[in-house]
């Protein structure tokens, strides 16, 4: 059913549909919300797992990007989900690169995407989670404004942590988007290790801290994993999240000039995901299985969760999957879990 109602979706331009699909969540809910839930939620303790500190209904969450400003959290909350991640927010709104910035590569079942943390600013989302009434669990994913420079970037990212404090139960630290200009420059060893340990500071010193994750890019080099494992010891953090987009080009089966007309941007979906479970074995590994690992990227099937899981990720996210094989497949994972 969801591939005939995709095959009309996919026929328009992907940023508009995407505003067009929220304005469709948002119609008739809550009276919908029932028959969602009825349909797409799979309530299981086997599936509980407890991961740096928080109890989740299922291991299965969906990544930052979706839902940036925080606009259906109860909406999302009925499609099985165990968890749902807000962001990239910035201190201050901004409007992201010019359009066109997303594009779907379907030969390969892939996305595209520049757009440059567009978003509303921290304070229009925490308005909205204000309002949140259903009890799902929520990550805020934070980074810093384009305008901001790497030298400042420590106080973008303490105004957003402030500022979602009260609102979400656990942060993300993306410094690993390539379409801010700059902001992958901050996962260099000393950089990094300043934010990370600014930001602990803080959390520290609040009444009862909440987990920090930091989100990396899978353009990594294993030299600088070995770097990111001693970061997350030595800083104290929480866990990690592998990966973000890709930069990488080199798998793709999409006609290479489309790819070279598309220009810049980050890569997701299934050309990422050997990437990814590369990298979420090799943190698995070098840190003994010590540092919790959220892993993203690429998961279009129940079997692609369960690489994630088996290479060492403790909990998995999906975006670009959600949008190829539609809500089931938060279900489908589930079930497949409860097989084993």
């Known amino acids: 059913m969801y591939k005939v109602v995709r095959f009309f979706l996919f026929l328009f331009d992907p940023e ?25 939620t799979i309530k299981d303790k086997r599936l509980e797992r407890e991961v740096f500190g928080i109890k989740f209904p299922n291991p299965v969450g969906l990544a930052a990007g979706f839902d940036k400003d925080a606009e259906l959290i109860d909406e999302l909350s009925c499609f099985g989900f165990g968890f749902i991640e807000i962001g990239t927010l910035t201190p201050k709104a901004q409007k992201g690169n010019p359009k066109p910035r997303l594009f779907r590569l379907k030969d390969d079942s892939g996305i595209i995407n520049r757009m440059g ?56 630290v993306n410094v690993s988007s390539p379409n801010t200009p700059g902001l992958r ?37 294993n030299n ?16 990690v999240i592998a990966t973000n987009t890709t930069i990488d080009r080199s798998s793709l089966k999409t006609n290479k000039n489309k790819v070279e007309s598309i220009g810049n941007g980050g ?20 840190s003994n299985k010590k540092i919790p690992i959220i892993g993203v990227g690429g998961i279009n099937s129940e079997e692609d969760a369960l690489e994630k899981l ?12 959600f949008i190829y094989e539609g809500p089931s497949l938060v279900k489908r994972i589930n079930k497949s879990l409860l097989k084993r």
């Open 16 to 40: 508009k549909i995407h505003h067009f699909t929220f304005s469709l969540l948002k119609i008739g809910y809550p009276f919908k919300a029932w028959i969602w839930r009825k349909i797409f």
């Open 267 to 286: 890569l997701s979906g299934k050309p990422v995901k050997e990437r990814s479970t590369e990298v979420i074995s090799y943190l698995s590994e070098k």
């Open 117 to 172: 943390f567009n978003n509303k600013g921290v304070e229009d989302a925490v308005t909205r989670l204000q309002k949140k009434k259903s009890d799902i669990i929520v990550g805020g994913n934070i980074g810093k404004n384009k305008i901001t420079p790497n030298e400042n970037a420590t106080e973008d990212y303490i105004i957003s942590f402030n500022s979602l404090f009260p609102y979400v139960d656990y942060f993300v």
């Open 185 to 221: 420059d901050l996962q260099d060893k000393e950089p990094l290790t300043n934010l990370l340990n600014s930001l602990q500071e803080i959390n520290n010193k609040k009444e009862n801290r909440k987990p920090i994750l930091l989100k990396i890019a899978p353009d990594l080099t």
């Open 224 to 239: 600088q994993l070995s770097d990111i494992v001693k970061i997350v010891f030595d800083t104290k953090i929480d866990g």
């Open 310 to 321: 088996d290479a060492g990720a403790s909990l998995v996210q999906i975006y670009t999957g």
